[in-house]
């Protein structure tokens, strides 16, 4: 694929959903802004560090994590008609087309979790780079899942969403617990726990959704 149809593909789906978009971002300010800031008092480390971590991870993969499941459950069969015709016309294998059409969700979820730790910052409590690294490997990853629900209909569709859900609680796990509880290694631990386990869902997830577009019997070429 031509890095011009790329872009011709997401900004006409990022246009065509950016009331949305919109919404999102709004959403992610208003509760970065608010969210609960600081921890209690506790004297054991242990517990103080989960503490500290489940403060700073937390709101932002959870919140910006679902943000990015709805924004991809968006880019579904119908809600755009002309849009949908347009693609399928297009000479372009279902990995290509599953690409562009995933990066549009993905690039409107990495934007709300940066709006998310702006709002934070604003407030005198944004999280530090390696966090909001960890969460937004989380957001791209479950973003990336639940778009496999757009190929499938009826209670077929909740299976996709499921694992994305799945994939938001794993990864907090992960990126909570998984150094916390190494005292060789420190954050190296649960930093690349949380990234491998991310990185492998959403290449999994990616190439499952572009062998399923790959099926449609009006698409031209096969994947």
Known sequence: MSPGALMAIVSARLRAERRSLAFA????????FVQPHGIAAIT??????????????????????????ALALAQGPGRHTYLD?????????????????????????????LVYWAAQYVSGFAAPPTFFILALACVIASTLVALNA??????????????AAATIAIAYVLAVYADAYSTKSGDAVGVATELIFCALAG???????????????DFIGQS
């Open 203 to 217: 290449f999994i997830a990616l190439r499952q959704y572009g062998e399923s577009l790959a099926r449609y019997e």
């Open 150 to 163: 757009t190929t499938r209909s009826g209670a077929r569709r909740l299976a996709p969403i499921a694992l």
């Open 25 to 32: 971002c709004a959403s992610a300010a208003v509760v970065g």
């Open 44 to 69: 054991d480390p242990l517990t103080a560090d989960l503490a500290t971590r489940s403060v700073w991870l937390a709101g932002p993969m959870f919140f910006c994590s679902t943000i990015g499941i």
């Open 85 to 113: 015709t347009t693609e399928r016309s297009a000479p372009l294998f279902g990995r290509e087309l599953a690409r562009a059409k995933a990066l549009a969700p993905v690039l409107a979820a990495t934007l709300s979790a």
